[in-house]
């Protein structure tokens, strides 16, 4: 199961419970004792400060039984209050018995937020945090973060560097809703110039040539983006001009 990497006895020694974490790659363990009940969890820094104050790596792995922790039961809402402490990065989730059924991290939770995906404590996906790597996208003219991914509507904040522009492009699958919130420019829509500033709403229908321009030398423009339709891939994006090439 895949959450058995996440995994380790109270007995283990320290050598072993660095090589599950080296292969887990999250930097923690869920510790268990011999009932299979979650004991505590033990993380790189924990293992760390032991081997300074002395111990081997043949000793006991030390873990901190003294954690937050969250039953399958509880409202998903809950991990709001328990996230909203520095220290706690991520939380495993138990059953009636003690047992570890999932663990979720304070990434993954956020992720979950801007996925607009089913909160119920037992149905959470495992921990996988590189679904976390692609949430800003760079691109030539600056760049966007997403801040929901629905099955009809996403919606992104897109900066603009100085004297950047987007290609000018249509989309057959999706409507988007523009609002300026810091800079000044120029949006083009279709044969029309419309200059905007902070504040300014423009709509952009299906199959309408648009693009963006920041007109300024020194400000970024920033504006925020909802696209509402059925599909918002990267290839229905249909470019007819490009300042940089990518057509």
Request: glycine share 6%; proline share 3%; net charge negative.
């Amino acid at each position: 199961m895949v959450i058995n990497k996440y995994i380790i006895s109270h007995s283990t020694i320290i050598l072993e419970a660095l090589k599950k974490i080296d292969f887990n790659k999250q930097g923690f363990l869920v510790v268990i004792n011999a009932e299979n009940k979650v004991v505590g969890i033990t993380t790189e820094g924990d293992i760390r400060r032991e081997l300074i104050n002395g111990a081997s790596l043949e000793s006991l792995v030390p873990y901190n039984n003294n954690f937050i922790k969250i039953y399958e039961k509880e409202p998903f809402t809950n991990l709001f209050e328990y996230f909203k402490l520095e220290k706690f990065a991520y939380i495993p989730i138990l059953n009636h018995e003690e047992k570890l059924v999932n663990v979720i991290s304070k990434k993954q939770f956020h992720l979950m937020l801007l996925k607009d995906m089913n909160y119920d404590m037992k149905k959470l996906p495992y921990l996988n945090e590189n679904e976390l790597d692609d949430e800003i996208y760079d691109r030539p003219w600056g760049f966007y973060k997403s801040t929901l991914l629905a099955e009809h509507v996403q919606s992104k904040i897109i900066t603009v560097f100085p004297e950047g522009e987007l290609s000018l492009q249509k989309h057959k699958r999706r409507e988007e809703h523009w609002i300026v919130i810091k800079g000044e420019g120029t949006i083009i829509l279709e044969d029309s110039r419309i200059k905007v500033e902070q504040g300014r709403y423009v709509y952009i229908p299906k199959g309408t040539k648009h693009k963006v321009i920041n007109s300024s030398k020194v400000e970024n423009l920033i504006f925020a983006e909802v696209q509402l339709g059925d599909y918002f891939g990267e290839d229905d994006i249909i470019r007819y001009e490009d300042k940089y090439g990518r057509i």
